[in-house]
């Protein structure tokens, strides 16, 4: 069974970081495109970041480039998120996703991205 374990969220002031993990299991890691998917309230869910398989292509959402970094790291399944210079708007529910299908591409308009798991809640405050 596919299981993505967010984790990393908290609380950080404006102009902070936070560093976000995704433990995967249950599926061939390597052979699946990762992103990063964001969700604040009252808001459909918006991309941040995908990763391809084997890590020589990254994508950002235009409100995270410059900000935010995506890596994989293959040998022990986890993807991360690296988020500096927080802003408020950055405050949401993030969620890890995988591509349908192997050494499929991810892109910020990409559909059927599988999201699992219960996300972890980042919020940033002053």
């Known amino acids: 069974q596919v299981r993505l374990a967010e984790s990393g969220g908290g609380l950080a002031q404006p102009g902070g970081s936070l560093r976000l993990s995704c433990a995967a299991s249950g599926f061939n890691f390597s052979r699946y495109s990762m992103a990063w998917l964001r969700q604040a309230p009252g808001k459909e869910r918006e991309f941040v970041a995908s990763v391809s398989w084997i890590g020589g292509s990254t994508e950002y959402g235009s409100s995270v480039k410059g900000r935010f970094t995506i890596s994989r790291d293959n040998a022990n399944q986890i993807v991360y998120l690296q988020m500096d210079n927080l802003e408020p708007g950055d405050t949401g529910v993030y969620s890890c996703?995988?591509?349908?299908?192997?050494?499929?591409?991810?892109?910020?308009?990409?559909?059927?991205?599988?999201?699992w798991g219960q996300g972890t809640l980042v919020t940033v405050s002053s």
């Open positions: 996703a995988k591509a349908p299908g192997i050494w499929d591409e991810i892109h910020q308009h990409s559909r059927n991205l599988e999201v």
